[in-house]
Structures are given as structure tokens and as C-alpha cells.
């Protein structure tokens, strides 16, 4: 506070004092009058009621504006009328003439011989002007680590930091600026005389001193006693805990928070709240004055007051009752109430506190403890309005984070039993166990209330799988291994359940297993689909096998009659002595044509019957490609005239190349592959055979043909068996067996068969062999029988 303000504030309390001195003699004049009407009234009670209320007024009042004579008369007129109202009586004789003689004192010393007393001296507490935004904090502290972690910390709170290492540097700075608190190490002040006259220049210099927070790396009893001794405010022991000691330096630099102190002055006498007023304002606080207590509920909710300082006795309604009554609101329940009144009896003061108060204060009252008083208890109280908006805060927090967690777990839980798994938790360290609730069902437990525990999990496990799960939680807790391992558990019943379980181990800094989590899955399903998944593959073989073992059979059956069939029909053809006419003729080339044709099938199922049943032989030899295409190419002239397509051979760069293959199966490869591109080309269309190098070791042959193409999206089927991919419509003869008995030929024999098409351009059919021949020339008469 400035110097100007300081005097405005001195010359207004001088005012209300002179203003009050000037209007005593009227305030006794009324007590006299007050008195006379007692002596004419029958049942004078109610006026001794009121007489009462105005001396008491007079005896706080008085001594406040320094009319220290007029206080001690009335407080003692007062005690007098007390005791008769208390009493319930009238005044006696004797009490009357003491009274009337009281009053006529008061009325002498409301006149001229009232004494002249010099002003009284008011130490104005000095607070600054303006509220800053952040705090001056002083550091004395010869750590250089633990001073560089409190600024840090304190520098986030937007305070000024000054640090010192030495007591005298830090005694300059605070002559010439007072800090909001100061954090000193312990060890300065502990034998240290210099520590200790510090202490006491700080509590001499400035009123009330900063708060002094000790740092020590003691913590015990006489420690605390001593920092208590030499005026500390607070203590932490080493390591520090930063945000606790932040948060207490918040609460410490808040004696000018962002929002002025708001105190409310309840008291009948309006002279005696202004200058209450005065006092608080000059203090840098907010006033509200309300000279009627039955109006104080309707300010409260309008005005929203720290603390409510009142009278004792009023009229209509004492301070006792009005605190009675806010305190009925649990919004104010917290509120500080002050009290301040004449009152000296002790009973009465303690009786005041009982009902609300937090403190009592007898007029008439020193500024300096009533700014005090007001101070501590505003600030205690919006300290722990702050603790409790936090706490709210947190509480709120935490029950959003649990409502969230309950969310989580019961989406885990609702996951767990719609896919048969639970959860369990081992502790490393005393061998208990937590586990999920659908753990107890899967061990066959049941929906009985079964105690998690790593007896009861081992319990439920079959005899003869038990020590490899013990084994393979050893060892995933030692050699770090994975856990996963699938068992049986026997339940109750007899029943027997395969479980899989998978887990891992959660290791400490030092990388101690400590936990071990893991789920646990019911497979009994799997396996027994798993069984029959065998079983019906078992089937499948045999049948499969049942199936080629007939096919060969009846291929068998049915070439021996079909072989008579074209013989006779050969004998007819060629008897020259007998000649068919053109009609038979006909008809013979038509039988000649279907046997050939069923001749041709008959073999394909063969062929690939003994595929299937693994019995097809390959004559794998040393063999010069050229020889096989120029064959191949030689066949199918006379096919490729009588359909009108051209044939055509680009051989140049295999004529020296060797395979290993068996040259029959690989020519019938070609053979079908050839036929294929001349059946199925278009009119006049081309068939081109080409041989080429690929690789160092491979060689490839190309059949091209500029047919209509495979359509696309029915490529995927070209190599099913009797899937003609729609030209069994057609007049083109074929099986639909051919490409895929081919194909595994080739693979039979180490080689690989594809094919590229578009749709409306042609397909090409590729066969690449390797050109790898040690084995066959160091064993040119080997043979091997290949299986599918």
C-alpha cells in the first residue's frame, strides 16, 4: 500500500473517530431516556432488554473510538443489567440506585469532561497494490542439484527464482526485497549463529515475516522441533517431492489470490462496521456492510462472502442465531464466521465457537490481530475450498476412469465367455494366483465359488500332462522360452477337455521374473474335429484308392473287348474280296472312329488312375530335346492338314541340350498339348513349337496357337479333370483329362508345365525341364518309378 493510500485510510478512521465522540452524547441520552421509561413501566423487561442492547453496544463502541472511560462504565452497566435479566426479575432497590448512578457517569463524561486522549497509533498491515502474477521465492540452499530441480519445478508456477549458497548474500537481497516465501536448508540454522540471526532479522524487518519452508535430509521428531523453534512455516525431508512442496508454495503465496478477500460485517452498529470496513479495506480486502441481520441470507446468495465477521448482540436476531441459521445451508457450512463482541466471559465465548464460530474476538478489538485473523482464516478456508475442488475434481476423475475400467472389463469379460477363454495371474513371489471367472468352468470346476490358486490349476490337469506344463512355465520364467503348450484337464466327471494355453513372463529392471500372465482356450472341439478331419482323410485315401484300383480294372476290362471290336472292324475294312459298298463304308469308319476315340479315353483314365494310385513308371534317361519336338511335330502333321492350320518349329537353339526324362511320357505330353492347339485354334490358325535356354540349367518348349483363348475367369479351372471349360458343346472330341494328366507327368518328372492366354488371341503352353544330366550319364540305363 502506498504512503497516500495509507494516509487516506488514517484520515478516514480519524474521521469516524471524531464523527463517533461527537455523537456520544446523544447515544447516552437515548440509555437515559431508555432507563426513565423502565421506571414508569409495570413490566419493564422488554425496556431492560432494550437497554441492555444499547449499553453493550456502547461498551464495544467506546473503547474502539477511544472513549475508554465511557466503555468501562457501560461494560460494567452492562454486566449489572445482565445479571438481573438473567435472573428474570425486576431490579431491586439497590440495583436501581447503581444503575441510575452508572448512567449519571456516562452522562458526565459525554459531555465536556470528556478526556481529550491522543490518537491512537494503527499499524497498517502493507500489502502491494497490485496483484502479480507470479510469487518471489528465495532458495538458500548450497546443493547446486537440489536448487536446479526447485527452480525448475517452481519456474512452471511462474514464480521468480533467486538462489543463494551463502547466508550473508542472501541477508543483502532481503534487505532490499521482501520475499513471498523462502525455502532454506535445515543445516544453515542447526550450531550455526549466523543461521540463527537470520532467522531473527527476517521476523524483525518485516510483519508478519514470509513463510519459511526447512529442507533437510533429517526427518525425525527433534528435527522437526527445531525447524518449529525457529519459525518454520513447513518442512520436507530429503529427496524432495516437488509437487508436494509446489503445491504447498501455491498455497502459501496465495495471500493475495486473484480474487480480492470478500468480508462480510454484520453489525447493528453502523459506526463500528464502517470502521471495521476501513480496517479490512486497507488491508487490500473487499467489504460488504449490513447493519440488519435478518437481511444477511438474502446477501449472501447475492455478494458470495470468504467470511462473515458479526456481532454478538444484536436486535431481533444475535450473532449466535444468525450463525445457526446459515449454518443450516450446507453451502455455508464451511464458511468462516468471526465473531466479535464485549463479551468476556469465557463460558460464553466457548459457547459462541460451539454453535459455528471459528473464532472470537472482544472488542475492543487490536487492528492488527483482527487483520490477522481475518487472514489466516480466509485463507485456510480458500485453501481448503481449493483441496476440495481438487478432491471433487479427482474423485470425478476417477470415477470416469473406473467407469471407463468397469466398461473395459466387462467387454473383456463378455469377449472371454463368447470365445471360451479366461485369464490367470502368477505370482512369482508367493505363488498366488488370480484367475478369470470362466478359468474355474474350463478346469471343469464349474459354477462352483472355487478359490483361485496355483494347487487348485494344477489339480484339474491329467496326471500324465502335468509336468510338462509345470516344465514349460519353469522354463519360460528361466530360459525366457514361449509359453504355449496344449494339455488335458480331467474334470469332476470323468470327462476329459483339451485346453491350449499361451502366456509370458513380466520381469523386473533386473530382469527377475516377477508375474507371469496367460489365457487359456478350450480346443477339445478342434481336436476331435482334427480326428475326424484323419478319419475322413483315411476314408478318402481308401476310397480314392478303391476308385483308381477299378478304373484300372475295368480300363482293363473294357480295351480287351474294344481291341476286337477294332480288329474286326480292321479285318472288314481290308477285305479285298469282299468289299464293303459305300453305305458300310460309312458305317465302318464311323465304328473305327468311336473305338478310337474310346480307345484314347480308356487309356487317359488309365493313365490317370495309375497316377492317382502311384503306379505309373518313368523311364527317366539322358535324352536330346530336339529328337522328342522333331517327333512330336512329325505326328501331328497329317492332324494339323486335316484341320487347315499351319505348323511351324523354331529349333535352333536346342539342337546340343540333353534332359533327363522319359522320352514316351514327355512326347505324350507334347502330342496332347499339340493336339489341344490345333482342336481348339481358329480356322486356318497357326501352331508355332519353339525351344529355348532358360537359366543355365533349364531349358523351355512352347506350343503357341492362335486360338479363341481361355477366358479369364476360368482359367483357375483348365487343369480339373473332365472340365472341358464348355467345349463338351461342341463337335470337338475330347475327355477333359488330358492337360491334367499331362501336368503331373511333367512334375512327376522334375519339370514344370503353365500356360499364358487372352481371351481372343491364342494360349501358350509352356514345358520346362532341367538339362541336369551327371546322374544319367554316369547310369544311362537307369530307371525310377515316380509317384504322384
Known amino acids: 500500500m502506498s504512503d497516500n493510500t495509507a494516509n487516506r485510510v488514517e484520515e478516514r478512521i480519524a474521521a469516524l473517530r471524531k464523527n463517533y465522540l461527537l455523537s456520544l452524547p446523544d447515544k447516552i441520552t437515548s440509555i437515559v431516556n431508555l432507563w426513565e421509561k423502565a421506571h414508569r413501566s409495570v413490566d419493564n423487561i422488554e425496556t431492560l432488554h432494550s437497554l441492555q442492547q444499547a449499553v453493550h453496544t456502547l461498551s464495544g463502541s467506546g473503547a474502539t473510538f477511544g472513549a475508554v472511560s465511557v466503555s468501562r462504565l457501560a461494560r460494567e452497566l452492562d454486566e449489572l443489567l445482565g445479571l438481573i435479566l438473567e435472573l428474570g426479575r425486576q431490579a431491586d432497590q439497590q440495583e436501581k440506585q447503581q444503575i441510575t448512578k452508572l448512567i449519571s457517569e456516562l452522562q458526565g463524561e459525554a459531555g465536556t469532561s470528556i478526556p481529550q486522549l491522543e490518537d491512537e497509533v494503527i499499524e497498517l498491515q502493507h500489502y502491494p497494490d497490485k496483484i502479480q502474477d507470479g510469487s518471489l521465492i528465495f532458495i538458500i540452499e548450497n546443493d547446486r542439484h537440489v536448487v536446479q530441480q526447485l527452480t525448475a519445478e517452481l519456474k512452471n508456477e511462474h514464480h521468480t527464482i533467486k538462489s543463494f549458497d551463502k547466508l550473508n548474500t542472501f541477508k543483502q537481497a532481503y534487505r532490499q526485497q521482501r520475499p513471498d516465501v523462502v525455502i532454506m ?47 518454520a512455516s513447513r518442512y520436507f525431508s530429503k529427496p524432495l517431492q516437488l509437487d508436494k512442496l509446489s503445491q504447498t508454495v501455491r498455497g502459501l503465496t496465495q495471500r493475495l489470490p486473484n480474487a480480492l478477500y470478500r468480508v462480510m460485517i454484520v453489525d447493528d452498529d453502523a459506526s463500528l462496521a464502517e470502521y471495521y470496513a476501513t480496517l479490512l479495506q486497507s488491508a487490500g480486502m473487499s467489504t460488504q456492510i449490513v447493519t440488519d441481520p435478518m437481511q444477511v441470507l438474502a446477501q449472501l446468495q447475492d455478494w458470495s462472502p470468504d467470511l462473515i465477521m458479526m456481532d454478538v448482540y444484536m ?28 463479551e468476556t466471559d469465557i463460558d460464553k465465548q466457548l459457547y459462541a465457537l460451539d454453535l459455528g464460530g471459528d473464532a472470537f474476538l472482544t472488542k475492543p478489538v487490536i487492528p492488527q490481530h483482527l487483520l490477522s485473523t481475518i487472514t489466516a482464516r480466509v485463507k485456510r478456508s480458500r485453501w481448503l475450498t ?24 466387462e467387454r473383456l469379460r463378455f469377449s472371454q465367455y463368447f470365445a471360451n477363454i479366461g485369464s490367470w495371474d502368477l ?34 490337469i491329467h496326471p500324465d500332462d502335468k509336468v510338462k506344463v509345470v516344465a514349460a512355465i519353469e522354463a519360460c520364467s528361466s530360459t525366457k522360452d514361449a509359453y504355449e503348450i496344449e494339455h488335458r484337464v480331467v474334470w469332476p466327471d470323468g ?28 480346443t477339445t472341439q478342434r481336436k476331435q474335429l482334427e480326428r475326424d478331419l484323419a478319419t475322413q482323410k483315411e476314408f478318402a485315401v481308401q476310397a480314392n484308392s478303391a476308385k483308381s484300383e477299378f478304373l484300372s480294372r475295368m480300363s482293363h476290362e473294357l480295351r480287351t473287348p474294344l481291341n476286337a471290336i477294332i480288329g474286326f472292324a480292321q479285318l472288314l475294312e481290308s477285305d479285298g474280296q469282299q468289299p464293303l459298298h459305300e453305305h458300310q463304308q460309312d458305317s465302318l469308319d464311323e465304328i473305327l472312329k468311336a473305338s478310337n476315340h474310346l480307345l484314347e479315353l480308356i487309356d ?45 518349329f523354331k529349333f535352333d537353339q536346342c539342337e546340343d541340350i540333353l534332359i533327363n526324362t522319359d522320352r514316351t511320357k514327355l512326347k ?64 470337338i472330341e475330347g475327355t477333359g483329362i488330358g492337360l491334367m494328366i499331362s501336368k503331373k507327368i511333367i512334375e512327376m518328372m522334375g519339370g514344370e508345365l503353365g500356360f499364358h492366354s487372352e481371351q481372343g488371341e491364342g494360349t501358350v503352353f509352356w514345358v520346362e525341364m532341367s538339362t541336369e544330366c551327371e546322374s544319367i550319364n554316369r547310369h544311362p540305363n537307369k530307371t525310377r518309378a515316380a509317384s504322384s
Not at 532467522?199 to 513463510?211: D, F, K, S, T
Open 386 to 409: 481449493r483441496l476440495k475442488s481438487e478432491l471433487e475434481a479427482a474423485l470425478e476423475n476417477n470415477e470416469c476412469q473406473r467407469k471407463e475400467i468397469q466398461k473395459k472389463e
Open 495 to 522: 470327462s476329459v477337455r483339451w485346453l491350449l494355453q499361451k502366456g509370458d513372463v513380466i520381469r523386473d529392471d533386473r530382469g527377475i521374473p516377477v508375474r507371469m500372465l496367460g489365457v487359456v482356450q478350450d
Open 668 to 731: 505324350q505330353v507334347m502330342f496332347n498339348l499339340m493336339s489341344n492347339a490345333i482342336k481348339y485354334n481358329k480356322p486356318h490358325g497357326k501352331v508355332t513349337m519353339t525351344c529355348e535356354a532358360c537359366g543355365t540349367q533349364r531349358v523351355r518348349m512352347r506350343i503357341t496357337d492362335t486360338g479363341v483363348g481361355i477366358p479369364r475367369e476360368r482359367q483357375s479351372e483348365l487343369f480339373k479333370a473332365f472340365n472341358r471349360l464348355g467345349a463338351e458343346a461342341s463337335d
Open 185 to 231: 536448508e535445515m543445516e544453515f540454522t542447526h550450531g550455526d549463529i549466523s543461521g540463527d540471526e537470520t532467522l531473527q532479522e527476517i521476523n524483525r524487518l518485516y510483519q508478519p515475516p514470509p513463510p519459511l519452508i526447512f529442507i533437510s535430509t533429517q526427518n525425525d521428531m527433534n528435527s522437526r522441533l527445531k525447524a518449529v523453534k525457529a519459525g
Open 604 to 648: 487317359e483314365v488309365l493313365d490317370l488312375a495309375k497316377i492317382e494310385a502311384g503306379k505309373i513308371q518313368l523311364h527317366i534317361e539322358e535324352t536330346p530335346v530336339i529328337d522328342v519336338l522333331l517327333e512330336s511335330y512329325s505326328m501331328m502333321i497329317p492332324m494339323a492338314e486335316a484341320n487347315h492350320i499351319q505348323l511351324d
Open 427 to 460: 505370482s512369482f513371489t508367493n505363488r498366488e494366483m488370480y484367475w478369470s471367472e470362466k478359468i474355474a468352468p474350463l478346469l471343469g470346476y464349474g459354477t462352483a465359488n472355487t478359490e483361485a490358486s496355483y494347487e487348485a490349476f494344477l489339480a484339474a
Open 315 to 342: 436486535p431481533h436476531c444475535s450473532g449466535l442465531e444468525l450463525a445457526a441459521v446459515i449454518r443450516q445451508d450446507e453451502t455455508y457450512t464451511t464458511m468462516p464466521i468471526v465473531f466479535l463482541s464485549s
